[in-house]
Structures are given as structure tokens and as C-alpha cells.
């Protein structure tokens, strides 16, 4: 079917599709009751597993638990947690009351949660540990719609197995949601003010799975994902816990702090990643190489530059394949035996960087979406794929260029809404000639002769230089992360006569020079150095010089060597730069910069 096949709000799906979250898991459990379903790590790090049909009569529990403490259609139920089996436990038993979902990362500020909690009205709430609870436990006494709050890793009255006892009690079956009917409300990680609620139904997620499992037909209940991104953020939730529930495969959770250890272990064959992580793996193996020398580093480069020939000509030599074998095999190597690609997504994969993985044989495939579009616009897939684009739009999604180059995409994926916004609701969404819903992403492309999307910025962070001409920092600053010696970046010039960058040295590099220098100093001392500091920013000149505007290029750098992570607030839960934070912090160091 074509897209201008289907109806005005949500898509006609197949007869045999699954049409919401309740319909995929018990398809599955009747498919594969006895596969392994989600796997997580012991005392002993070691990987245990639960099977579908056990975890389905917990799901039958929890939601009769649910019920009887008053969870009815409508209602809302969060939880507080990172990535574990009780909170798909936890999701798959709200859906089946028709109640609606509201995840929270574990790593956020209480007065996030708080807002959070109010703004939906959650009545019931799930958290990961007694940590947590000594955060918020005094919610309950000030805000009047949350009635209840269960500790998932706890075996006392108010724990979510108390409530799963209760429910087994006291059995009820599950009711169907219709497409429309929400599921979750994911809220935006709030890079541009509060956090809004985006209302995303049954049809919203599961056309979005659907769409983007119908191009890796290589998916099946044997794959496996090892899951490194957060379940409350949409990209995770739907090309992973529900993609690969739908088709009956197996999913290991794990951190970013032990992907290397637990890729080995759970071997997976696919990822659902972002660029920011690979781009920590590129270097480090660069680095790696670098450090040993001698015979291993020049067999290194002579294997990309083998593998470079082998993508350019088509033709793969002995050479190659003798390299390939002893080089790259010991790369593919770090990430288990059966890893057949990565889906990434949250920003673009630079060429360098895909080029590399594609050549060792672990392709890298870059997706395009928002949460508010559940969240897949368009894909790149092992049937199709351009390295520096964002794939074609997925099934039944239409991708228009407005006028001002803005990126409108419409089809069965696009939300329901902000909660309690119906001013930014407006503000975003549009109707085409067939009154089929749509957005407005921000965020400003180009489609080429093939159909393939890309994106050259984003409309709120772009900025216009005293010149006149328009600047778009993301991709500067991407792009200016691939020197060994940076970390991390923001480049400004907002309304200025030029742009000046704030740099997050690379601790290690700077480590690694003290010993070539023979300077006994720590790295924090090495990057205070002028000449250091020298070096940095002739070297960031220099990368960039032939791939960005002479305007473009940063004249002045300031340095700081507290990196931009998670838990100081300077990064979204998918590594976004939260742009808003960072200048509110070095906004004066920054502005000084244009001062000397």
C-alpha cells in the first residue's frame, strides 16, 4: 500500500500486525513462550533470563495488582528506573488496563520528577530502589493525585512484588487498547525550556515498529539487542523493547559503562545506539593502536587502507582478506560473534567514523526521528542506505521541504499531542491536502535525487554571525570531536562578528602527551599551558579548514577540563548537548572571550 491509502488519523494496518502493546507481547508469548525475553546481570555478572511465558504471568499479575488498588483505563502509572526487566514488567501491565505509561530516568533532578508527577496527575509509582524513595517519598504528603509508591528492589509491604502477590490473588484479564488509546507519555528532555509531554498511542509506536522491522528482515525471534539507551526515551522504547518483542527476540541490559564486557557476553546481533558511543570506540581503538606501535599499528592502518580500496573499487585482494582476518576480526571481536549491524540515531554519524565501521564489516545505519513522531521519521537499512544521509522515510511517513527548508513529516507515527499544551500543540503540528496529521520537526534538510534525506541544521540553534550569515554549531561541533585531543565542545556566535569555541580536552590524549613530553604533570595542569592550549586550537583550524565556511571557523577557545556528562546536567539521556545549561554556566567566561 501506498501512504495515500490510508485514513486521516491513523494508518489501516495489516490484518495480522500487532495494533498495540498488549496484542505484541501475547502474539508472542503464543508464538515463543519458551524463548529468552529479557536478560540481566546477577550478583555474579552473570546474564540470567527470563522466558516469555514467565514473564508474561508476571505481567497477568502485576496488572491485577494494578487493578485492585484502584489503576483504571486512563489513569496514569510511572515508574523511576533505569533499564530493567521489572520496568517492561511494569509497562506491559499499565497497557493492559488501557492506563497510560510515564517513565522518568533514574539519574534526574528530584524537581524534574516532581513537575513530571504533577504535570500527568500519576496516580501510582514505581521506583528502582530505596535511594530513590528517600528522595521523593514526601510526594505523596503535596501532591494530591499520587496515591501510592512501589520499590522494585525491596521485599517490604510496598514493594512491586507485594503488588504482583496481590494481583495473583486476585486474577483479571487484559483489555485491548484501540490505536488511538495512549500508552505513554514520554516527556522531552527539556533542552529549550520545561519538559512537555508528548501523548504517544498504541498506532503511534507500533506502525513505528512495525515500519522499521520491515526493513531488517534479517530480524527474527533468534536476534538479540544489548540495551545501552534508556527505555523512557522513545528511540529505545520503540525500536527496541517493542520492535524486538514483537518479533519474539531477546534483549540484555546493560550500561554504557559495561558495554564492552557485556557485548562479549550476551553477544548481540543488532544495537540500537547513538553516534556519541561510537565515536568513544573509534578513538579508542585509534588510540589503542597508537599506543602499541611498532608491527600492530602499521598492520592497523594498512588493513583501513586495504579495506578503503576494497569500498572504493568493489574488489576485495588477498591483501585484504588476509588483513581483514588478523586485524579487523580482532576488532569485530570486541563486540561478540554475531553483531550484524547498528541502528543510531539522535545525531549523524560522521563519514570518517561509518566509513571505518562499514569497512571492518559492523555497518553502521543512521535513523532520523523525534519524540514526537514515536520517534522514527526516516531510516537507512541494509536494503538501502547513503552514508551521510538519514535514510529514506520509513513506511507510510511523507517527508516535506517547506519553503524555509524546515522538515515537515506526516503519516501514522506523529503524536497526539503536548499534555496540558495546547499553544505548543499548535505551534508544531500541521495537516496536509488530505488532512493526514504532521509536524513541524525544527529541524532544516534537503531530499536528493534518490529520495534520501539529510539534515544541515536545526532552526532553534541556529544563529546568525554579525555578517549576516547563518550558522549551524551542531554539526561544527561533531565534527571538531573527532581530534583525538577533544572531548567535547560548544561553538557560539550568536549575533557576534565571529565564533569562539568552549573545549573539553580529551584527558587521556593530554595524558598520553605529558609522557612524550616528559612532563611529570597531571593532565588538568597540562591543558593550563599556553602552549598546549596553542595547539589545541590550531589543530581544531586546521581540521576544520576545507569543510566548513572560513567564517565558520572559531578564532578564540576558552578551555574547562569538567566534561559535559549526564549527571552535571550538560547532556540529555541520548548525549544531546543541552546548550541552554552550558551557556548559562561559561556564558561570562564565553562573552570574555570577545573582550581581550
Given amino acids: 500500500m501506498v501512504y495515500e491509502e490510508y485514513g486521516k488519523n491513523i494508518a489501516i494496518m495489516r490484518y495480522d500486525d500487532p495494533s498495540n502493546w498488549v496484542k505484541v507481547l501475547e502474539d ?46 486512563g489513569d496514569c502509572v510511572g515508574i523511576i528506573a533505569g533499564n530493567r526487566m521489572e520496568w517492561a514488567l511494569g509497562a506491559f501491565a499499565t497497557f493492559g488496563l488501557i492506563a497510560k505509561w510515564v517513565p522518568m530516568y533514574e539519574k534526574e533532578l528530584v524537581d524534574t520528577w516532581k513537575y513530571i508527577i504533577e504535570d500527568s496527575k500519576i496516580k501510582v509509582l514505581f521506583v528502582a530502589n530505596n535511594a530513590v524513595h528517600e528522595k521523593m517519598k514526601h510526594f ?60 504517544l498511542s498504541h498506532g503511534n509506536i507500533t506502525n513505528n515498529a512495525l515500519a522499521g522491522k520491515n526493513v531488517f528482515p534479517s530480524l527474527n525471534e533468534k536476534s538479540r539487542a544489548l540495551s545501552i539507551l534508556p ?23 546493560t550500561d554504557v559503562d559495561h558495554m564492552s564486557e557485556d557485548l562479549v557476553k550476551t553477544n548481540p546481533t ?15 581503538i585509534h588510540r589503542l593502536m597508537e599506543e602499541e606501535g611498532g608491527i600492530k599499528e602499521k598492520l592497523f592502518y594498512m588493513a583501513k587502507e586495504a579495506a578503503k580500496r576494497k569500498r572504493e573499487t568493489g574488489k576485495a585482494g588477498f591483501k585484504y582478506k588476509l588483513l581483514d582476518k588478523v586485524v579487523f576480526g580482532k576488532v569485530r571481536a570486541r563486540f561478540g560473534t554475531q553483531l550484524e549491524c547498528s541502528l543510531t540515531a539522535s545525531a549523524k554519524t560522521e563519514l570518517e567514523i561509518a566509513n571505518f565501521f562499514f569497512d571492518i564489516g559492523l555497518p553502521i545505519y543512521d535513523a532520523y526521528g523525534l519524540t514526537e513522531s514515536a520517534p522514527a521519521i526516516s531510516i537507512n537499512c541494509p536494503t538501502f ?30 503524536m497526539q499531542g503536548y499534555l496540558n499544551k495546547p499553544e ?30 539529510f539534515i544541515t541544521g536545526r532552526i532553534k540553534n541556529e544563529y546568525k554571525l554579525l555578517n549576516g550569515k547563518y550558522v549551524h554549531p551542531a554539526a561544527m561541533e561533531e565534527y571538531i570531536k573527532l581530534i583525538p585531543w577533544i572531548a567535547n565542545c560548544l561553538v557560539f556566535g550568536d549575533g557576534k562578528d565571529y565564533n569562539v569555541a568552549l573545549i573539553v580536552p ?27 592550549q596553542a595547539l589545541i586550537g590550531k589543530e581544531i583550524k586546521a581540521h576544520l579548514k576545507g569543510n566548513f565556511g572560513g567564517y565558520e571557523i572559531p578564532k578564540k577557545f576558552i578551555f574547562t577540563t569538567e566534561d559535559f556528562t549526564l549527571d552535571n546536567g550538560m547532556l540529555t539521556q541520548t548525549f544531546k548537548l543541552k546548550r541552554r545549561n552550558v551557556l548559562q554556566k561559561y556564558g561570562e567566561k564565553i562573552e570574555g572571550l570577545y573582550k581581550e
Wanted: glycine content about 8%; overall charge negative; some cysteine.
Fill in 270 to 284: 543488532f544495537l540500537i545506539c547513538v553516534p556519541r558511543l561510537f565515536n568513544k570506540i573509534y578513538d579508542g
Fill in 424 to 453: 505548543k500543540t499548535a505551534a508544531i503540528m500541521v495537516e496536509d491536502e488530505k488532512g493526514i496529521k504532521g509536524i513541524r520537526t525544527g529541524d532544516i534538510g534537503h531530499i536528493d535525487e534518490d529520495g534520501f534525506l
Fill in 140 to 199: 505523596t504528603d503535596n501532591i494530591s493525585t499520587l496515591e501510592k509508591i512501589y520499590i522494585i528492589e525491596s521485599d517490604a509491604d510496598n514493594s512491586l512484588k507485594s503488588l504482583e502477590k496481590l494481583g495473583e490473588a486476585n486474577p483479571i484479564p487484559s483489555k485491548e487498547p484501540q490505536l488511538n488509546d495512549i500508552c505513554s507519555i514520554i516527556y522531552t528532555s527539556g533542552t529549550t525550556g520545561d519538559p512537555k509531554g508528548v501523548l
Fill in 231 to 253: 527505555w523512557a526515551h522513545s528511540y529505545a522504547q520503540t525500536a527496541e523493547l517493542c520492535a524486538f518483542t514483537m518479533i519474539g527476540a531477546s534483549i540484555g541490559i
Fill in 506 to 532: 580529551d584527558m587521556a590524549t593530554a595524558e598520553k602527551y605529558a609522557e612524550m613530553a616528559d612532563l611529570s604533570l597531571p593532565p588538568e595542569k597540562i591543558i593550563e599551558m599556553p602552549e598546549v
Fill in 385 to 414: 542506505h547513503k552514508l551521510g544521509s538519514v535514510g529514506k522515510p520509513i513506511e507510510k511517513v511523507k517527508v516535506v521541504i517547506s519553503d524555509e527548508g524546515e522538515i515537515l513529516a506526516y503519516g501514522p507515527n506523529i
Fill in 28 to 73: 508472542t508469548v503464543q508464538k515463543f513462550p519458551d524463548r529468552p525475553y529479557i536478560g540481566q546481570k546477577d550478583e555474579n555478572g552473570v546474564f540470567q533470563w527470563i522466558i516469555y511465558k514467565d514473564f508474561a504471568k508476571r505481567v497477568d499479575n502485576l496488572r491485577a495488582g494494578l487493578a485492585k488498588i484502584g489503576i483504571v483505563e
